[in-house]
C-alpha cells in the first residue's frame, strides 16, 4: 500500500481512514500490518503511524543473499494467520491487490465466511475485485484515503519506487506486507449473514 500510493499519487495512505471503514461499525476483533524491516530502520515512522492507527505489526528483516538478491515476503505469514483464526470470524478484510491472495479469499469463502478487499485498482491483480465479496477501490476516494503530497527526490527515487511495485503487486520488499482486518463472527449462520450483507 505504502508503495502503491507513492508511485501512483506521490502521498502517503491514510491508515487511520482504512481501518474506520474496514471496520465500518462492526467489532474489530485484530487489525494486523505484516512490514519489512531493513538495516537502516528507515521504516520506522511508517511502523509508527501504523501503530497509531492501532494497528498490530507482524514484522521480518529483509532478506539479502550473496547473489544481490532481496527476499522479504510475508503471503505465507497472513495466510495462515487468517486459516488459524478463521473459526473465530465472520469477516476478513485483506488490504492488498496481490493476486497471490486469490485462493485463500476462495477457501474463507467456502468456509462461509465474508470476504472483502480494499486495495487502489491500478495495483491489483484482475481477478481479486472478483473474487472477494466486496472490494473497495481506494483510488475512488483519493481525498479520504491518501495524506498530503510526498515529494520524491530523485528519478532515482521513482524509479526504485517503480521497481519495488514491479517486483510484487501492493507488498513490496522492505516496506510493507499486506495487513488483513479481521471481525467477530455473528451468531447468525453464514447464509443468513452472507443475504443480509447483500441486502445492504
Same mark, same amino acid.
Given at each position: 500500500?505504502?508503495?502503491?500510493?507513492?508511485?501512483?499519487?506521490?502521498?502517503?495512505?491514510?491508515?487511520?481512514?482504512? %481501518? &474506520?471503514? @474496514? %471496520?465500518?461499525?462492526?467489532?474489530?476483533?485484530?487489525?494486523?500490518?505484516? %512490514?519489512?524491516? =531493513?538495516?537502516?530502520?528507515? /521504516?520506522?515512522?511508517?511502523? /509508527?503511524?501504523?501503530?497509531?492507527?492501532?494497528? /498490530?505489526?507482524? &514484522?521480518? /528483516?529483509?532478506?539479502?543473499? +550473496? !547473489?544481490?538478491?532481496?527476499? *522479504?515476503?510475508?503471503?505465507?505469514?497472513?495466510? %495462515?494467520?487468517?486459516?488459524?483464526?478463521?473459526?473465530?470470524?465472520?469477516?476478513?478484510?485483506?488490504? !492488498?491487490?496481490?493476486?497471490?491472495?486469490?485462493?485463500?479469499?476462495?477457501?474463507?469463502?467456502?468456509?462461509?465466511?465474508?470476504?472483502?478487499?480494499? +486495495?487502489?485498482? &491500478?495495483?491489483?491483480?484482475?481477478?481479486?475485485?472478483?473474487?472477494?465479496?466486496?472490494?473497495?477501490?481506494? +483510488?475512488?476516494?483519493?481525498?479520504?484515503?491518501?495524506?498530503?503530497?510526498?515529494?520524491?527526490?530523485? *528519478?532515482?527515487?521513482?524509479?526504485?519506487?517503480? =521497481?519495488?511495485?514491479?517486483? +510484487? =503487486?501492493?507488498?513490496?520488499?522492505?516496506? !510493507? *506486507?499486506?495487513? @488483513?482486518?479481521?471481525?467477530?463472527?455473528?451468531?447468525?449462520?453464514?447464509?443468513?449473514?452472507?443475504?443480509?450483507?447483500?441486502?445492504?
Amino acid at each position: 500500500m505504502y508503495y502503491s500510493a507513492r508511485y501512483l499519487f506521490g502521498r502517503k495512505v491514510s491508515f487511520t481512514s482504512i %481501518v &474506520e471503514d @474496514a %471496520v465500518a461499525k462492526r467489532r474489530l476483533i485484530r487489525a494486523i500490518a505484516y %512490514v519489512v524491516s =531493513t538495516k537502516g530502520q528507515e /521504516e520506522q515512522p511508517f511502523f /509508527e503511524a501504523l501503530q497509531k492507527a492501532g494497528i /498490530e505489526l507482524r &514484522e521480518k /528483516e529483509l532478506m539479502e543473499y +550473496s !547473489s544481490g538478491q532481496k527476499k *522479504a515476503d510475508w503471503d505465507v505469514g497472513l495466510a %495462515v494467520d487468517v486459516i488459524r483464526m478463521l473459526d473465530m470470524l465472520d469477516v476478513v478484510v485483506i488490504v !492488498s491487490g496481490d493476486g497471490d491472495f486469490q485462493p485463500l479469499i476462495e477457501y474463507a469463502k467456502s468456509r462461509g465466511r465474508i470476504v472483502e478487499v480494499m +486495495s487502489f485498482r &491500478e495495483t491489483t491483480s484482475g481477478k481479486i475485485p472478483e473474487a472477494a465479496d466486496r472490494y473497495v477501490n481506494l +483510488s475512488d476516494d483519493k481525498k479520504r484515503y491518501l495524506l498530503g503530497g510526498l515529494r520524491l527526490k530523485s *528519478a532515482k527515487a521513482q524509479e526504485d519506487v517503480r =521497481t519495488a511495485l514491479e517486483r +510484487s =503487486t501492493d507488498s513490496p520488499e522492505g516496506v !510493507s *506486507a499486506p495487513g @488483513a482486518l479481521k471481525r467477530k463472527p455473528s451468531a447468525e449462520p453464514p447464509e443468513e449473514r452472507r443475504r443480509r450483507r447483500l441486502s445492504f
